[in-house]
């Protein structure tokens, strides 16, 4: 893998059959029926809106620049963005607008944009003028005979502006409350460059270069929702807007739309605010931890002094780690994905991870050195992202090599040098726990196993790629290292590693339910 992949593009996902299962969603309009792909992300399906514009007999246009797509019916337009939570339907007519916010943001996989259907089928009904209905446990759309009026129902953004009589580059404002947090809209007369952004205490700042702003206009802007106001001011010449803020925020997020000429912030209200339900709350329950025995059958993984292999102490470490948790943690269901020495594909093990609902992945290996013997010795927790160091990217290389023995290499042709770094907004939503896991286990080998840590790490594991949910792989040792070596073979050692192993999940598992709790609670 290339070195100067950029972390700061984690950000989006890859829909390939490696990280999550394809399928179709049928489009039933009288006798006709129409296949649509469909791909499945934690329980919401999103659909490629290419192939459900022509499902709907509509026109489609998609920008690669800007990664828009538009489904465009005879007299309303319907617009998504790739990791932006705004639909924005547009009138054919008169080009009046109005956004609608939904949870999930758009996704884009080979210049197609898909969206999460069960948020947008209230708004294709808008846009096409019938009512369509979406059936999830069928993954059908279906037309109603019932007609829908845009024009009546839909609240329509009428502060229609004649931006050649505009002075500023930003002329107003507006904020809007929404279910899940505040929308801000500042109205743009020429194209600009999007801002930054940081919210330090009760305050939000967007930083602008080379932007003129209508001070009095952004003044009189109404309040609401998590906005308490707007201000704005110039520091070193260059435009400074702060938004000061209601206590409740999550989080925020700034996308700038030239076509409608606005910028929009999206500040979240914390998770789950609205008095949750048991069974919204259930989900979130540790109940299920997924263990990974790296390698297996065919693939017999590095082989050691004394033509030890990897395969076999991976599978015995896991072993005494599942029981410890059927012991000490009855509640908890553990799932392996190999019990056996049988060849399991690197997607795979993701696939039986997510099938199983996990709640935490951990794939175990072990390491080694092309010299043998090696002075190199210890242990490793390793996060998935763009591997930093050579070391890393080699490991990387050398666990993900297995990929030759599958029936189907080129499934894993997306995550590949630069293209890694989209692998999944899952993982990214999950890095959080992750890395408080990694650094619980770290914690809790140092204190218990002879083999010294090396530390927590990053590279670009295939196999983390899969699960989505709190992902570790681990590599306990250097099987080129004869201290490493003999405790690694032994029934004591690998006990002692699987007895740390645990703890870290004993830990790890009261800390998510409180970070859990405490989020539900406020």
């Known amino acids: 893998m290339k070195r100067n992949i950029l972390l700061s593009y984690f950000l989006f996902l890859v829909f390939s059959n490696l990280v999550f299962g394809s399928s179709e969603l049928k489009v039933i309009i009288g006798n006709k029926t129409t296949s649509v792909k469909s791909v499945e992300v934690h329980g919401t399906n999103y659909i490629s809106t290419k192939e459900l514009a022509t499902a709907l007999s509509?026109?489609?246009?998609?920008?690669?620049?800007?990664q828009k797509s538009e489904i465009k019916f005879i007299n309303y337009k319907l617009k998504f963005t790739v990791g932006n939570q705004f639909v924005i339907l547009t009138s054919r007519k008169d080009?009046?607008?109005?956004?609608?916010?939904?949870?999930?943001?758009?996704r884009i996989n080979?210049?197609?944009?898909?969206?999460p259907i069960q948020y947008i089928v209230k708004y294709l009904s808008y846009a096409s003028g019938s009512k369509l209905n979406y059936n999830k446990a069928t993954n059908t759309i279906t037309i109603d005979k019932e007609k829908v009026d845009a024009k009546k129902i839909v609240t329509w953004n009428k502060e229609l502006y004649d931006r050649s009589k505009v002075k500023f580059d930003i002329f107003s404002a507006k904020v809007e409350t929404k279910y899940n947090g505040t929308l801000v809209r500042l109205r743009t007369k020429n194209e600009i460059r999007k801002p930054s952004s940081s919210i330090k205490g009760n305050v939000l700042y967007l930083f602008f270069s080379d932007v003129t702003i209508d001070k009095n206009e952004i003044k009189k802007a109404?309040?609401?929702?998590?906005?308490?106001?707007?201000k704005s001011k110039y520091v070193k010449g260059n435009l400074q807007v702060e938004i000061k803020l209601r206590s409740g925020v999550k989080s925020h997020e700034v996308f700038y739309d030239p076509d409608i000429g606005e910028i929009l912030i999206s500040i979240h209200s914390k998770f789950l605010k609205?008095?949750?339900?048991?069974?919204?709350?259930?989900?979130w329950n540790f109940e299920v931890v997924v263990l990974d025995a790296g390698h297996g059958g065919r693939d017999p993984g590095a082989i050691g002094l004394n033509k030890v292999r990897e395969k076999d102490i991976n599978l015995s470490i896991v072993k005494k780690l599942g029981k410890l948790i059927?012991?000490?943690?009855?509640?908890?269901?553990?799932?392996?994905?190999?019990?056996?020495?049988?060849?399991?594909?690197?997607?795979?093990?993701?696939?039986?991870?997510?099938?199983?609902h996990g709640n935490l992945f951990i794939s175990v290996h072990c390491n080694s050195l092309p010299k043998k013997p090696s002075k190199t010795r210890g242990f490793e927790v390793y996060l998935l992202r763009p591997g930093r160091t050579k070391e890393a990217i080699d490991i990387a290389e050398f666990e993900n090599s297995v990929i030759s023995m599958e029936k189907d290499p080129s499934r894993y042709k997306k995550l590949n040098d630069e293209n890694f770094i989209l692998v999944s907004m899952a993982h990214a939503a999950n890095m959080r726990y992750s890395e408080s896991f990694a650094e619980m286990l770290n914690t809790e080998w140092i204190k218990k196993v002879s083999i010294p840590s090396r530390g927590i790490k990053q590279a670009g594991f295939y196999v983390l790629v899969g699960a989505s949910m709190p992902s570790v792989?681990?590599?306990?040792?250097?099987?080129?290292?004869?201290?490493?070596?003999?405790?690694?073979?032994?029934?004591?050692?690998?006990?002692?590693?699987?007895?740390?192993?645990?703890?870290?999940?004993?830990?790890?598992?009261?800390?998510?339910?409180?970070?859990?709790?405490?989020?539900?609670?406020?």
């Open 326 to 356: 059927e012991k000490k943690l009855p509640n908890v269901k553990v799932v392996y994905t190999r019990e056996n020495d049988k060849f399991v594909e690197l997607h795979r093990r993701g696939a039986i991870a997510n099938e199983s």
């Open 274 to 283: 609205q008095n949750p339900t048991e069974e919204v709350t259930s989900k």
């Open 95 to 106: 080009n009046q607008h109005q956004i609608f916010q939904i949870p999930l943001s758009a």
């Open 58 to 66: 509509a026109n489609y246009f998609y920008n690669s620049k800007r």
């Open 473 to 522: 792989l681990l590599e306990v040792g250097f099987l080129t290292n004869k201290e490493d070596v003999a405790l690694l073979k032994s029934n004591s050692g690998q006990q002692k590693i699987a007895q740390s192993i645990f703890d870290g999940i004993f830990k790890y598992k009261k800390y998510y339910e409180n970070s859990i709790n405490n989020e539900l609670e406020n």
């Open 110 to 115: 080979n210049d197609d944009v898909y969206i």
């Open 222 to 230: 109404k309040t609401s929702g998590l906005v308490k106001n707007i």
